[in-house]
Nanobody, 125 residues
């Protein structure tokens, strides 16, 4: 059974940066695509970014494109979400997730099978 643990959240002023990390354990996920989701209070969970199993392909929601960067370090079984130029509307709990199927690029929520517990990101104006 895979376990995902996020870290790196916190409080930052608008315009600032944070880097989220998600470390996996339980089984090697080097052959699985990954994703970052977020959920703000009173809103539905939103898929923010995805990365292919190879790490060569990434995709982003329009709301974060050009500001967020998704990367992975297979040797460390860790993925990262670098968040720059943060805005108050980025405030949410951020979750990492792993695809259900290996050697695929997850694109929608139903492509994912496991989520972490989340890390809070708060951006003050």
């Amino acid at each position: 059974q895979v376990q995902l643990v996020e870290s790196g959240g916190g409080l930052v002023q608008a315009g600032g940066s944070l880097r989220l990390s998600c470390t996996t354990s339980g089984r090697a996920l080097s052959n699985y695509g990954m994703g970052w989701f977020r959920q703000a209070p009173g809103k539905e969970r939103e898929l923010v970014a995805t990365i292919s199993w190879s790490g060569r392909n990434t995709d982003y929601a329009d709301s974060v494109k050009g500001r967020f960067t998704f990367s992975r370090d297979k040797a460390k079984n860790t993925v990262y979400l670098q968040m720059n130029s943060l805005k108050p509307e980025d405030t949410a709990v951020y979750y990492c997730a792993v695809a259900k199927t290996s050697f695929t690029t997850p694109r929608i929520e139903s492509d994912f099978g496991s989520w972490g517990q989340g890390t809070q990101v708060t951006v003050s104006s």
